[in-house]
């Protein structure tokens, strides 16, 4: 298991110090077994969800900054206190397994140092555990949602994004499924015990993984059998397949090949299949389309991605105003270019995956300021979801909405309509 530790803590620094997503540094456990990398998300996971609280009880102990040649010892530390205080790892297993890393991968000295925190946080990890508050987000990244949310609405969705998030499926046919609960519109939401090939229906393509927020704007469309559809920004293909399988005539776009690949192999297995698949930027897709316009443009726009913190909690740690920002203004471009390729009364779905109104109802606001021929459409929500509804008619999910269901992934939505 110390080798399993050692990739963890290899990692860790990359995602922290290069300010990237878990999933990009993942080649670290391609020759690891089904245990060893069910345990090394389960400790990244965990520990980027307490990392804030970790740093400060490691400041405690550590008067001075490491040395850059020794700073993956600083990661070894933090994924010993994880382990330390949430994990429930006997004392004597969380110091000789990192001691043994970083004198392995560093020197006898530095392992000394690692030696000595270490006991020093399992000696008083129960008062570390008493005072715990539940503290996720760093304050650059408070400072972003209390803007938007105010103070105790961002202490609400801080809550909710420590708790580990529930598996939702989206059923292509019926299919029951042991111990799953069914969410209002049909998403399925069961507990993630392990691997999904393993769950009924699975190798009959009958369902595939995807929030119930993610799910929600194909979900709002009516009566689509037919309807020519542009979904932009399209892989992995959780929005393509539920307009396939309500029988519309596909178009997906998107700018990368491995994400479409992965796409064609989603949309085989559930016996899919999309009238055009397109591997290019869907800036210069737009830019470049003089051919029959669409009923329907779904804009899935790249974003922040800051809705998605419970299943990526690194997500505090490596975004910022400047990443909303630079989104923002892709988001802008893409919305103006989308309507000539839009015909008249054709629906126009704005969605992303961000926390962020910048991204979201800020950014619908002034396309619709701008863009006179652009309406809004009242999305049809049932009762138990009325509360996602804006007073301008748009829908805004927090990871703290629908507690009764125990949250969902945070989201944007806007339905508007090419008038003339």
């Known amino acids: 298991m110390s080798d399993i530790r050692l990739q963890a803590t290899i990692m860790l620094q990359e995602i922290l110090e290069k300010r990237t997503f878990a999933q990009d540094v993942k080649m670290h456990l391609d020759s690891a077994s089904e245990t060893d990398t069910a345990f090394a998300n389960m400790l990244l996971q965990t520990s980027l969800r307490h990392l804030v609280y970790i740093k400060k009880i490691l400041k405690t102990f550590i008067k001075k900054k490491l040395p850059t040649s020794s700073q993956m010892a ?37 392992a000394g140092f ?20 539940g503290m996720f987000f760093p304050n650059d990244f408070r400072g972003l949602l209390n803007k938007d949310y105010g103070k105790k609405q961002t202490l609400a969705i801080e809550k909710a994004a420590l708790e580990e998030p529930l598996l939702d499926i989206t059923l292509k046919e019926p299919c029951t499924i042991k111990g799953a609960q069914v969410l209002p519109l049909g998403t399925l939401r069961l507990k993630n015990s ?18 119930f927020s993610s799910a929600l704007p194909v979900k709002l469309l009516k009566d689509i059998k037919g309807k020519k ?29 491995p994400r479409l690949k992965k796409l064609e192999e989603n949309l085989s297995r559930l016996n899919l299949k999309a009238d055009n698949i397109i591997c290019e930027d869907a800036l210069r897709f737009l830019q470049d389309f003089y051919g029959e316009p669409f009923d329907i443009i779904l804009l899935d726009a790249p974003c922040s991605a800051t ?12 975004k910022s105003v ?99």
């Open 194 to 211: 392990g691997s999904v090939t393993k769950i009924n229906g699975y190798k009959k393509g009958l369902w595939w993984i995807q929030d």
């Open 114 to 133: 690692v030696n000595a925190v270490l006991r020093k946080v399992c000696t008083g990890k129960e008062e570390f555990k008493a005072q715990d508050q």
């Open 307 to 318: 809705g998605t913190l419970r299943r990526h909690p690194e997500l505090v740690h490596i």
């Open 322 to 420: 400047a990443d909303v920002e630079k989104m923002a203004n892709l988001q802008k471009q893409l919305l103006n270019l989308a309507g000539r390729a839009l015909k008249k009364d054709g629906i126009l779905v704005y969605c992303t995956c961000s926390l962020c109104k910048k991204e979201g109802e800020e950014q619908i606001a002034s396309f619709l300021q701008d863009r006179k021929e652009f309406k809004t459409i009242l999305a049809p929500l049932p009762p138990e979801l009325a509360d996602l509804q804006t007073p301008e008619g748009w829908i805004r999910i927090l990871p703290s909405s629908l507690p009764q269901y125990k949250g969902a992934d945070g989201f944007f939505i806007a339905l508007l309509k090419k008038e003339n």
């Open 74 to 110: 600083y990661y070894a530390l933090i994924l010993g206190a994880t382990e330390a205080l949430y994990l429930n790892t006997p004392d004597y297993a969380v110091i000789n397994s990192y001691v043994e890393i970083v004198k392995k991968r560093l020197d006898k000295y530095v």
């Open 229 to 257: 559809v542009l979904d932009l920004c399209a892989a992995p293909g959780g929005k393509t397949a539920q307009l396939l399988a309500e029988g519309a005539k596909v178009t997906a776009v998107d700018i990368s090949a």
